[in-house]
């Protein structure tokens, strides 16, 4: 069975950093386009970045220059470095796997609190 898990988040001040990390399990990794999503309280979620299979990324407007995405296929992980965070970062992140003609799969989440 499919399982994805993240790791990293906390409670950090506002210019501060985290590293997310996403462990996938019983997948073809290197196959799928991984991404993270998030979603604040009261709000969607969203997407926050995403990366192919072959490594190229994508960003939200909002993370562009902050946010890095990045993976490492053999070890079947996904990382989100994410600097200079900002309190409108506040929210659960999830970690996200996806294949065309496949259902995705997803992780429990995270939460990451940015203080001001």
């Known amino acids: 069975q499919a399982q994805l898990v993240e790791s990293g988040g906390g409670l950090v001040q506002a210019g501060g950093s985290l590293r997310l990390s996403c462990a996938a399990s019983a997948i073809l990794f290197s196959l799928d386009t991984m991404r993270w999503y998030r979603q604040a309280p009261g709000k969607q979620r969203e997407l926050v970045a995403s990366i192919s299979g072959g490594g190229t990324p994508t960003y939200a407007d909002s993370v562009k220059g902050r946010f890095t995405i990045s993976r490492d296929n053999p070890k079947k992980t996904m990382y989100l470095q994410m600097d200079n965070l900002k309190p409108e970062d506040t929210a659960v992140y999830y970690c996200?796997?996806?294949?065309?003609?496949?259902?995705?799969?997803w992780g429990q989440g995270t939460q990451v609190t940015v203080s001001s």
């Open positions: 996200n796997s996806f294949r065309r003609g496949r259902v995705d799969y």
